[in-house]
T-cell receptor
Framework: AQSVAQPEDQVNVAEGNPLTVKCTYS??????LFWYVQYPNRGLQFLLK??????LVKGSYGFEAEFNKSQTSFHLKKPSALVSDSALYFC???????????FGAGTRLFVKA | DAGVTQSPTHLIKTRGQHVTLRCSPI?????VSWYQQVLGQGPQFIFQ???????GRGNFPDRFSARQFPNYSSELNVNALLLGDSALYLC?????????????FGDGTRLSIL
């Protein structure tokens, strides 16, 4: 069965510092991996995805994510955090033969000025 | 282009009632998925429809049903509402029903059950 774990409920970082939001996954086949962000009272907004190829993928708003097959991880990163990055971040997985997307429980990112 | 639109934005119902939520996908998208997001949790998959056929169903009771219309819009119906059905219901559209395409979400319908 597919599953996604986001081990941190909240990540706190100072503006200008690098940030990492962690995600590990379990899927039977080759994974399709996604990161989404949710702002208050809004739907989810797509940030980036990994399908195949380079393990480092770049996405919107300066975010990137590193795929590590041996550790089954897909951590979200940004070199320099902004206060406006404060939001709820979701990691999601879909196996390459399926239709169902499984989301993690979410990690709240708080960037302090 | 307009994004995914959902209506209504908020809804208050009482236990035992029925509710219908509506979703219009992005133009050209033929796949619509429905998710339930309870406060403090990630979205939980309810249904996916593609080309007007149900392609997948999550672990939700039969009180939940959905359909997709010829114009690819969709409705989610919930019967015999329970307090536990209180949640944000999200609709997402994509160009295909599987694979690596990302989903585009609407802002959701917040359903409160009294």
């Amino acid at each position: 069965a597919q599953s996604v774990a986001q081990p941190e409920d909240q990540v706190n970082v100072a503006e200008g510092n690098p940030l990492t939001v962690k995600c590990t996954y379990s899927v039977s086949g080759n994974p399709y991996l996604f990161w989404y962000v949710q702002y208050p009272n809004r739907g989810l907004q797509f940030l980036l995805k990994y399908i195949t190829g380079d393990n480092l993928v770049k996405g919107s708003y300066g975010f990137e994510a590193e795929f590590n097959k041996s550790q089954t991880s897909f951590h979200l990163k940004k070199p320099s955090a902004l206060v406006s990055d404060s939001a709820l971040y979701f990691c999601a997985v879909r196996d390459n033969g399926g239709f169902k997307t499984i989301f993690g429980a979410g990690t709240r990112l708080f960037v302090k000025a | 282009d307009a994004g995914v639109t959902q209506s209504p934005t908020h809804l208050i119902k009482t236990r035992g009632q029925h509710v219908t939520l509506r979703c219009s996908p992005i133009s050209g998208h033929k796949s619509v998925s429905w998710y339930q997001q309870v406060l403090g949790q990630g979205p939980q998959f309810i249904f996916q429809y593609y080309e007007k056929e149900e392609r997948g169903r999550g672990n939700f009771p039969d009180r939940f049903s959905a359909r997709q219309f010829p114009n690819y819009s969709s409705e989610l119906n919930v019967n015999a509402l329970l307090l536990g059905d209180s949640a944000l219901y999200l609709c997402a559209s994509s160009s295909t029903w599987a694979g690596g395409q990302p989903q585009h979400f609407g802002d959701g319908t917040r359903l409160s059950i009294l």
